[in-house]
């Protein structure tokens, strides 16, 4: 199939062995509850980074070689897009490179998480979401999108953080609370702020960070299923992320959860700039 390389307008694509980074599209649509398009979403991204600068204001990421993989098939079944992300990730272990998923519904994520898990990495995981994703089951499936988070606490033992949560539902609370989930909702950064140590003193120094762009804000990221106010804003998710980044190595992420609105460029633009600025992270905190 078709694709446009990550950021290609500045940098060639980079073959795998050699790249620092391995771009994997999921266009995976499967349990979206509200608003559709997320199939869409990894191919607006990739279009979107045409118009990046290769510089991000302090580092250029793309100088380390970007390598996007083919869109992962989405048609043959859940079990078959977890098996061929989750190859993906491995070949980007493999060749030393961070792992970049791009979503898809947020369902994505789980393949990264156990990938790295079952390669025996030891890291905790920053969760930046309007929802907790904490359910143990929703409309009868356990691989829903707002279960992705619970799968992964429980079958991995991850450790983890929520940022700008703010839409979820009892049970979602009361899990977090019996795990020992730490999580900053919108509302209490609004009121209190980050605090100038917010991980646990035992969290891990590897970190994933998954990000689902309704984390932001609605009147920054309305191209989403679920756009909710109240959110995040740009330089307040970057400074979260600087901080909890801070003498830590970030070693693969996600974003997800875009559903392009024709037209509407600036959501996609966003989407992009998030990650390139996440590529900047890792580049920064792995010293390379």
Do not use: N
């Not at 990421?61 to 989750?86: K, N, Y």
Request: net charge negative; aromatic share 8%.
């Amino acid at each position: 199939m078709p694709h446009t390389p990550f950021l290609s307008s500045e940098f060639p694509q980079t073959p795998p062995e050699r790249a620092g980074f391995h771009i994997i599209p999921v266009p995976l649509e499967r349990t979206v509850s509200y608003g559709g398009g997320t199939r869409l979403g990894p191919e607006a991204i990739l279009e979107a980074s045409q118009q990046l600068e290769a510089w991000d204001g302090i580092s250029s990421p793309g100088s380390l070689g970007i390598h996007t993989h083919a869109p992962i098939d989405c048609s043959q079944g859940l079990e078959s897009v977890f098996a061929r992300t989750e190859e993906a990730v491995r070949a980007a272990l493999a060749a030393d490179a961070v792992p970049v998923v791009l979503g898809g519904e947020h369902t994505v994520s789980y393949a990264p998480l156990h990938a790295l898990h079952e390669a025996g990495r030891i890291f905790g995981v920053l969760h930046f979401d309007a929802h907790c994703d904490l359910r143990e089951i929703y409309e009868d499936d356990r691989f829903s999108h707002a279960c992705v988070l619970r799968r992964a606490v429980e079958d991995c033992a991850l450790p983890l953080v929520q940022f700008g949560t703010r839409d979820y539902c009892r049970e979602e609370a009361d899990f977090r609370r019996q795990a020992g989930i730490t999580g900053y909702d919108a509302d209490w950064l609004a009121r209190h702020g980050l605090p100038e140590q917010p991980l646990p003193e035992d969290f891990p120094k590897d970190v994933y960070v998954t990000f689902d762009v309704d984390g932001f804000d609605s009147s920054l990221m309305p191209a989403t299923g679920t756009p909710s106010p109240g959110g995040l804003f740009w330089h307040q998710a970057m400074a979260i992320l600087e901080v909890c980044l801070a003498g830590r190595r970030l070693i693969g992420f996600d974003v997800v959860e875009l559903a392009p609105i024709q037209g509407l460029h600036h959501a996609d633009f966003t989407a992009a700039k998030l990650v390139h600025a996440l590529m900047g992270m890792a580049q920064r905190s792995l010293g390379r």
